[in-house]
């Protein structure tokens, strides 16, 4: 499955962005999904993620300001970004997992988040 996030850019703090993960190739109904963000200068870390019956997981950080969700009929995972902050900005990455395996077998290409304060 290829993967392609889009929806990356500059925002005040404070304020939203929604980025996309579109999916080609193969479907992902039967795929658990996450987004991952990397800072200048840190290590890659998961932020949220959701199940293929919609379960959803958040990194601390996140909890109450991000919001991950799946629309299978458009092959496209979502991550909703209200109340940004700086510490925010990374490059965001899409990432696709098959049941049953614990790591992300599939990955896009990654959009910049930049939040200023």
């Known amino acids: 499955v290829q993967l392609q996030a889009s929806g990356g850019g500059l925002v005040q703090a404070g304020g939203s962005l929604r980025l996309s993960c579109a999916a080609s190739?193969?479907?992902?109904?039967?795929?658990?999904m996450g987004w991952f963000r990397q800072a200048p200068g840190k290590q890659r870390e998961l932020v949220a993620s959701?199940?293929?019956?919609?379960?959803?997981n958040y990194v601390d950080s996140v909890k109450g300001r991000l919001t991950i969700s799946r629309d299978n009929a458009k092959n496209t995972v979502y991550l909703q970004m209200n109340s940004l902050k700086s510490e925010d900005t990374a490059v965001y990455y899409c990432?696709?997992?098959?049941?049953?395996?614990?790591?992300?077998?599939?990955w896009g290409q990654g959009t910049l988040v930049t939040v200023s304060s």
């Open positions: 990432a696709a997992r098959n049941s049953g395996r614990r790591t992300y077998d599939y």
């Open positions: 190739g193969n479907i992902i109904s039967d795929k658990h």
């Open positions: 959701i199940t293929v019956v919609s379960i959803t």
